[in-house]
């Protein structure tokens, strides 16, 4: 008994050297400026509404996240530029378990959780235009707003057969609103 004593005593002696050592030892100079290194990775190439939706085909026919019988009742463009190219989507979609709310972004789809309901009107995308068909309509209006915020991108909402394009930045807010079937302004 008395020789496991000792060997959890010179154990302990060789844990508190250990940290001491480590903790009087001179410290290095970090290298010029700092001691984190900034990683700059590409971002994601843009998609259109009509891409993501096809990778979400796609993935359900190689047995990836299954909206068999879920219908398309909202969606959601985040740092769109004027071409229509998003930063992600996300779909808002109801099926007979309820309501799903899907996003694309960097890491593919995935089905996410958002405190938010999901309206009632189904979109049928056949007979609406496309993110891209408003950009190009009202390139002027929405590139002006733009401007006015000095900013880059807009978020898109299409949701109840409107499209809302909203422009945000430090400087404030601005949005517009079109019927999605004819691209009107709504006022």
């Not at 970090?30 to 939706?53: F, K, N, R, Y």
């Not at 993935?59 to 879920?70: R, S």
């Not at 807010?173 to 019927?179: D, G, H, S, V």
Request: proline fraction near 4%; glycine fraction near 12%; include cysteine.
């Amino acid at each position: 008994m008395r020789f496991v004593g000792r060997v959890l005593a010179l154990f302990a002696a060789v844990c508190i050297f250990c940290t001491a050592s480590g903790c009087l030892d001179a410290s290095t100079t970090p290298s010029e400026g700092g001691g984190i290194t900034a990683v700059d990775l590409p971002e994601p190439e843009g998609l259109t509404l009509a891409e993501a939706l096809a990778e979400l085909d796609l993935l359900g026919t190689e047995g990836g996240l299954n909206v068999t019988g879920a219908s398309l009742h909202q969606v959601i463009g985040n740092r769109v530029d004027l071409e229509g190219l998003a930063s992600s989507w996300t779909l808002g979609l109801l099926d007979a378990e309820g309501g799903r709310w899907l996003t694309l972004g960097a890491a593919g789809w995935q089905e996410v959780s958002l405190p938010a309901p999901i309206p009632e009107e189904e979109l049928n995308m056949t007979e609406l235009l496309s993110p891209e068909e408003i950009f190009a309509m009202h390139k002027d209006g929405i590139r002006a707003a733009m401007d006015r915020l000095n900013t880059s991108t807009v978020d898109i909402v299409l949701a109840d057969g409107v499209y809302t394009v909203t422009t945000r930045s430090d400087a404030g807010m601005e949005t517009l609103a079109f019927r999605a079937d004819t691209g009107e302004v709504v006022v």
